[in-house]
């Protein structure tokens, strides 16, 4: 639990900013919420067409890029989730100690500002390194058919 903190004298515009920045923190995450739910739907029933259709090293590789983004983007809104969890459950006094517990707490604002970051990148060289070999697969494919050709 945090220690009680007093609440400095701000002016009206001071508050109703803090406050639009914890509505924000809120909002984004119950909406985050409600897409990973989405997004995870999307991926079942992505993952159940690429494994009706057949074997292949190219249906695993794309099912396992598939897997593994799915994985890094509920380790995102985990790190969502847990961040609005310590600062409005656990430091939920008053506004003030929220703002403080999202902001200046030492070693969990960096972690819940730095776990997303992390997770982001991850997820980009995953799908950019995806993206590139299939485009280089394709571009082999009609360099390929384009040999072959009676022209």
Not at 54 to 64: E, F, Y
Not at 89 to 101: C, E, K, P, R, Y
Request: aromatic share 12%; with cysteine; glycine share 6%.
């Amino acid at each position: 639990m945090a220690t009680r903190s007093e609440i400095p004298d701000l002016s009206d515009d001071d508050k109703a900013t803090v406050f639009y920045m914890l509505d924000i923190a809120l909002n984004r995450t119950i909406l985050f919420a409600f897409l990973q739910g989405i997004y995870t739907g999307m991926v079942a029933f992505i993952l159940s067409k690429i494994f009706s259709r057949g074997r292949g090293v190219s249906r695993n590789a794309m099912a396992l890029v598939i897997i593994v983004l799915c994985i890094l983007t509920a380790i995102n809104f985990a790190f969502f989730w847990s961040s609005l969890v310590y600062s409005f459950i656990q430091h939920g006094q008053n506004f003030w100690t929220v703002l403080m517990a999202l902001t200046d707490a030492p070693g969990m604002a960096k972690l819940f500002w730095m776990g997303p970051a992390i997770s982001g990148c991850i997820s980009t060289i995953v799908a950019d390194s995806a993206m590139v070999r299939v485009i280089t697969d394709d571009a082999i494919f009609l360099r390929c058919i384009h040999k072959s050709s009676p022209l």
